[in-house]
């Protein structure tokens, strides 16, 4: 059984960074893809980015060049670095686990495994 485990939320000011740490456990890690998504109140989840077994990296728009996504397999833990961050950044953030495909998607529905999400709140 996979568990994903993140830690690093909090509350920044805008313009400041913060690093989420995902901790995954309970399979061969590196040969999946693994995302992070985030749900504000009241809103769905959405895709912010994710790295495949290969390296590759996938970001969506508002976060490009902001965040950062990286992993290290001998540690079976992935991060998310994220820079100059705007008050609409307020979200839970989620780290996921694809372990269907090697090359992952943008999708929700496709990442079978989740964490229980740590708060990100950016104020004014």
């Known amino acids: 059984q996979v568990q994903l485990v993140e830690s690093g939320g909090g509350l920044v000011q805008a313009g400041g960074s913060l690093r989420l740490s995902c901790a995954a456990s309970g399979r061969t890690f590196s040969r999946y893809s693994m995302g992070w998504f985030r749900q504000a109140p009241g809103k769905d989840r959405d895709f912010v980015a994710s790295i495949n077994w290969n390296g590759s990296t996938r970001y969506a728009d508002s976060v490009k060049g902001r965040f950062t996504i990286s992993r290290d397999n001998a540690k079976n833990a992935v991060y998310l670095r994220m820079n100059s961050l705007k008050p609409e950044d307020t979200a839970v953030y989620y780290c996921?686990?694809?372990?269907?495909?090697?090359?992952?998607?943008?999708?929700?529905?496709?990442?079978?495994?989740w964490g229980q999400g740590t708060q990100v709140t950016v104020s004014t």
């Open positions: 996921a686990l694809d372990s269907t495909r090697v090359i992952g998607t943008t999708r929700v529905g496709d990442f079978d495994h």
